[in-house]
């Protein structure tokens, strides 16, 4: 257990993940592109088991225990401290949209809106939310949130949630991501419109990977993102909306010229197909390009710049496999389909992105910024003429990264999740 040739098993700093799901996945099925192969057929699911109680045992502290954060980071250009928020006081945070540089609303899975005000967690939570469909091992609920270009003037906001017309938390319920915006008063929500709400014949049951992802472009489009929902198939059939990529105005309504308008049976505000699970969206400070994050199965996660009609493939070709270890398929490229700008396999479970301006970071201008699930992990990459040239891990091991977003006030937040709380990253003065 102490490591001889390879790693020591008695440790924080797991590098392909720490919870007991991923380390007995690993052992299973072994981790691609490494010297890690699969056990199961030696060991037997039964022998992995065993194995894995001996390791988490062995652990000075569980894998998933909550730990301090750090004060502060080394980078490559900067030291930068870490101001620590609503630790305790948020349950899985998801979405976080700036107003101005002293006030910020945060989406928590399970249904709730907060204030952050002068960086602190307002206690007091918004009513008047509609009911999220959620429930264990889903990656539903509450998720994203964007604010109208024209806030000031309208007060919209926009919200991505799961929903369900059948019985709220159970599985077997028809469901499917909807799309609504309204306006905050006195902490109440009002005023709602519902801009996407999937048709019931093409709903689907026992569903995970939600997408929930929302974007503002430069032109005014409101792009939002919808998983497979555990559908593959479904995602290159334009008449469902799974795996897809949406293009709207800001009222719902459909752009005349999104490249599927003319299809007949085709929903017509897609945008792009192919995608197993866009859980980030980010727009390119300078050339405008909506990149999205495409979180694969084992092997595969996806870095992709979004085109007008473009096909990203899934899940005719990935470069992941199944999380039983069997081939989703054996094509990583054809003729007609998207290839990534970036493929990570293993699997880091990409989830959020986001650019930074420069604003207080001038030598990291224009770098993306992505957040991990499994490995916990805040990366920086370097992005030259569309090409990732380089990338450094910033964070690592202190909880899943579910959102990022430069604020107002320049500094990069990071909503994490398990241990849930905000953090504050700015460079030491």
Request: glycine share 10%; charged share 25%; with cysteine.
């Given at each position: 257990m102490e490591g001889g040739i390879a790693t020591a098993l008695v440790k924080d700093d797991w590098q392909y993940g720490k919870s007991r799901g991923l380390i007995t996945r690993n052992i299973r099925f072994g981790i691609p592109g490494t010297e890690m192969i699969g056990w199961k057929e030696a060991l037997g699911n039964a022998g992995v088991r065993s194995i894995v109680d001996y390791i988490m045992r062995a652990q000075k502290s569980s894998p998933t225990a909550n730990r301090n954060f750090p004060k502060s980071l080394q980078t490559e250009d900067y030291e930068l401290s870490v101001e620590v928020i609503g630790r305790g006081k948020i349950e899985t945070p998801w979405g976080i949209e700036f107003i101005n540089k002293e006030l910020a609303l945060i989406s928590e899975q399970k249904g709730q809106l907060r204030w952050l005000k002068n960086g602190k967690l307002d206690p007091t939570p918004i009513t008047g939310l509609p009911e999220v469909h959620i429930f264990t091992g889903t990656l539903g609920g509450l998720m994203d949130i964007a604010l109208d270009p024209n806030y000031a003037e309208n007060g919209w906001v926009y919200l991505a949630f799961s929903q369900t017309d059948g019985k709220v938390g159970d599985r077997t319920s028809a469901a499917m991501t909807k799309i609504i915006r309204g306006k905050i008063k006195d902490y109440q929500w009002t005023e709602t419109q519902e801009l996407f709400s999937a048709p019931k014949s093409i709903r689907v049951r026992m569903a995970t990977r939600w997408g929930g992802r929302m974007l503002f472009d430069k032109e005014g489009y409101l792009f939002?993102?919808?998983?497979?929902?555990?559908?593959?198939?479904?995602?290159?059939?334009?008449?469902?909306?799974?795996?897809?990529?949406?293009?709207?105005?800001?009222?719902?309504?459909?752009?005349?010229?999104?490249?599927?308008?003319?299809?007949?049976?085709?929903?017509?505000?897609?945008?792009?197909?192919?995608?197993r699970n866009a859980q980030g969206l980010a727009l390119h400070p300078e050339t405008g390009e909506i990149w999205a994050s495409e979180h694969g199965p084992m092997g595969g996660d996806e870095?992709?710049?979004?085109?007008?009609?473009?096909?990203?493939?899934?899940?005719?070709?990935?470069?992941?496999?199944?999380?039983?270890?069997?081939?989703?398929?054996?094509?990583?490229?054809?003729?007609?389909?998207?290839?990534?700008?970036?493929?990570?396999?293993?699997?880091?479970?990409?989830?959020?992105?986001?650019?930074?301006?420069?604003?207080?970071?001038?030598?990291?201008?224009?770098?993306?910024?992505?957040?991990?699930?499994?490995?916990?992990?805040?990366?920086?990459?370097?992005?030259?003429?569309?090409?990732?040239?380089?990338?450094?891990?910033?964070?690592?091991?202190?909880?899943?990264?579910?959102?990022?977003?430069?604020?107002?006030?320049?500094?990069?937040?990071?909503?994490?999740?398990?241990?849930?709380?905000?953090?504050?990253?700015?460079?030491?003065?």
């Open positions: 939002f993102s919808i998983g497979d929902l555990d559908f593959g198939e479904d995602c290159q059939d334009l008449s469902r909306a799974n795996g897809k990529i949406f293009r709207i105005h800001s009222d719902g309504s459909i752009p005349k010229d999104n490249p599927f308008v003319d299809v007949e049976g085709a929903l017509p505000g897609i945008f792009a197909l192919g995608s870095l992709n710049i979004i085109r007008k009609g473009a096909n990203y493939g899934w899940p005719i070709v990935t470069y992941g496999k199944n999380y039983d270890g069997n081939m989703v398929s054996n094509l990583t490229e054809q003729e007609g389909m998207e290839q990534p700008v970036l493929h990570w396999t293993p699997s880091i479970a990409v989830c959020p992105i986001d650019f930074s301006s420069g604003e207080s970071f001038p030598k990291w201008k224009n770098d993306l910024f992505v957040g991990a699930l499994a490995f916990e992990e805040i990366r920086r990459l370097k992005i030259v003429e569309g090409k990732v040239i380089s990338q450094e891990v910033i964070l690592k091991n202190y909880g899943r990264i579910r959102g990022l977003k430069f604020g107002a006030d320049g500094a990069l937040y990071a909503l994490v999740n398990k241990p849930d709380a905000i953090l504050r990253i700015t460079p030491w003065e």
